[in-house]
C-alpha cells in the first residue's frame, strides 16, 4: 500500500538464501506469458530444483498454456506466502518472489524422469506411491508434458501490501 | 494434475453468483501484463466494485506496472482461494478465477475517491479509521494512482491442481 501517512514496511529480500527457502517452500506459482500483445496467467503445482536454479511442471499435452509457449519464451512469476491480513492497514503481510526466465517444454526422456522426481520430492513426503501409481513405465511418460523454468533473475520483498 | 491415472477432479465454475463470491471474498490477485513481448506479474490489494463488474488497486504514482499499463491495456488476472494440499495426489485442494478484461489509470477525482472507498469497504470492517488517517483532503488523492481493471471476460474452476 503506498498511501501517504499509511504506516507501510517493504524492505527487499536480497538473501538467496531466504530467496531459496522460499522456493523451497512453496507449492505453487502464478506464471504470466505473453503472446503478441495478449497477456495469460496461470497457477501451477511446481518443483524447485535447487541445483539449476529450475522450475518443473507437468501439464496435459495440449493446452492454452503451450499455445503460449511455443510463440514466447520468456516468462514472468511469482510465488506468494500470505502471512495474513492486517486489520486497519488496508493491508495483507506477505513474502514474494517475482522471477523472470526462460520457460520451455521438456523433450528428452532422461530429463522428464528427474524433473517428475524433482516434482514429487518437492511436493510429497513420501514420492514412492504417487510414482508407483502413475508413472509404471516409459510409455506413461509420453501421456505427460514437463515444463521447465530456467530462473535468470529473482527479486524479494517482505512487508505489507 | 494431468497424469493419466492421478485422482483429478476438476470442474468449471460456470455459476455467475459463486464466481462472484469469489471475487467479493478475495483480498489480493495476481495480474498479468505484457510490453512488446515481455510478460510482468504483480499481485495487489484490491477491491470489487460488484456493479461495474470492476476491481481497484491503488499504487504509487511511479512503477513499472504503470510503464506497461501505458503501453497495453489488456490484462489477465487471477484470484485463487487455496483449500490446502492433499497428500499422496501431488496436488492442491483450489478454486480459482482467471479473468480478462482493460487495466487503466483513473484520473477523474471523484472516480478514484469511489474507487477508494471500494477498496476500504472490500477491505477492512469499519473503513472510517484508515480513510480518515490518510485521505484527509482532495491534495490526498493526488499522491495516490489508483488503477482500475473492468473485467470482460471471467471463468473459474475447483479441483485440484
Same mark, same amino acid.
Given at each position: ?19 531459496? !527457502?522460499?522456493?523451497? !517452500? ?10 503478441? #500483445? +495478449? ?7 511446481? /518443483?524447485?530444483?535447487? %541445483?539449476?536454479?529450475? %522450475? ?8 492454452? #498454456? %503451450?499455445? *503460449? ?26 513474502? $514474494? ?6 520457460? $520451455?517444454?521438456? #523433450?528428452?526422456?532422461?530429463?522428464? #524422469? ?5 516434482? *514429487?520430492?518437492?511436493? +510429497? ?9 502413475? %508413472? ?5 511418460? !509420453? ?11 529473482? $527479486? /524479494?520483498?517482505? /512487508?505489507?501490501?
Amino acid at each position: 500500500m503506498h498511501i501517504h501517512h499509511m504506516t507501510r514496511k517493504e524492505r527487499e529480500i536480497k538473501d538467496p538464501q531466504i530467496q531459496n !527457502n522460499i522456493l523451497k !517452500n512453496g507449492k505453487f506459482t502464478t506464471i504470466g506469458l505473453c503472446r503478441d #500483445k +495478449e497477456p495469460y496467467v496461470v497457477t501451477l503445482s511446481y /518443483g524447485y530444483d535447487e %541445483l539449476q536454479h529450475a %522450475l518443473y511442471f507437468h501439464a496435459a499435452n495440449k493446452g492454452l #498454456k %503451450l499455445d *503460449f509457449i511455443q510463440e514466447n519464451q520468456a516468462v514472468c512469476g511469482t510465488i506468494i506466502e500470505d502471512l495474513g491480513y492486517l486489520k486497519d492497514e488496508c493491508a495483507h503481510a506477505y513474502r $514474494s518472489l517475482v522471477y523472470r526466465g526462460k520457460i $520451455s517444454i521438456v #523433450k528428452d526422456l532422461q530429463e522428464k #524422469k528427474e524433473g517428475m522426481e524433482v516434482l *514429487f520430492h518437492h511436493l +510429497e513426503e513420501d514420492p514412492d506411491p504417487i510414482r508407483d501409481r502413475t %508413472l509404471k513405465n516409459d510409455a506413461a511418460y !509420453n501421456r505427460v508434458t514437463m515444463i521447465k523454468i530456467e530462473i535468470d533473475h529473482i $527479486s /524479494g520483498k517482505e /512487508g505489507y501490501d
